[in-house]
């Protein structure tokens, strides 16, 4: 069974690489930038943008799992909730593929 270590940060990327170097080890899913690039803002999302937004990180975290070359999963937002973990964890119970994983909050 695959072990997966996620690192949860409320940080900038900028920020959470300055106080853990170790850092660049990881697969990072930047919150931030995912709903940038989407181009939605933060302050106006709909049901159908926050839809679109928990797609894409979903894609995000899956695509982290198989990749071969980090130590862990680092998501990376200012504003992380306790829903996102929760949700996090159903997503992760809820995987075609068992895994095993831990969530950790970085400071």
Do not use: W
């Not at 680092?74 to 068992?98: A, G, K, T, W």
């Amino acid at each position: 069974m695959q072990e997966v270590r996620f690192y949860l940060a409320e940080c900038s990327l900028k920020e959470i690489r300055k106080k853990h170097p170790q850092g660049r080890e990881f697969f990072v899913i930047d919150i931030g930038k995912i709903i940038k690039d989407l181009g939605y803002d933060t302050k106006s999302l709909t049901r159908e943008s926050e839809f679109v937004i928990n797609y894409t990180i979903q894609k995000k975290i899956t695509q982290g799992i198989y990749s071969t070359k980090c130590n862990g999963i680092l998501v990376v937002y200012r504003n992380i909730s306790d829903s996102f973990v929760q949700n996090l964890e159903i997503f992760l119970n809820e995987m075609e593929e068992e895994i095993a994983y831990s969530i950790q909050t970085l400071k």
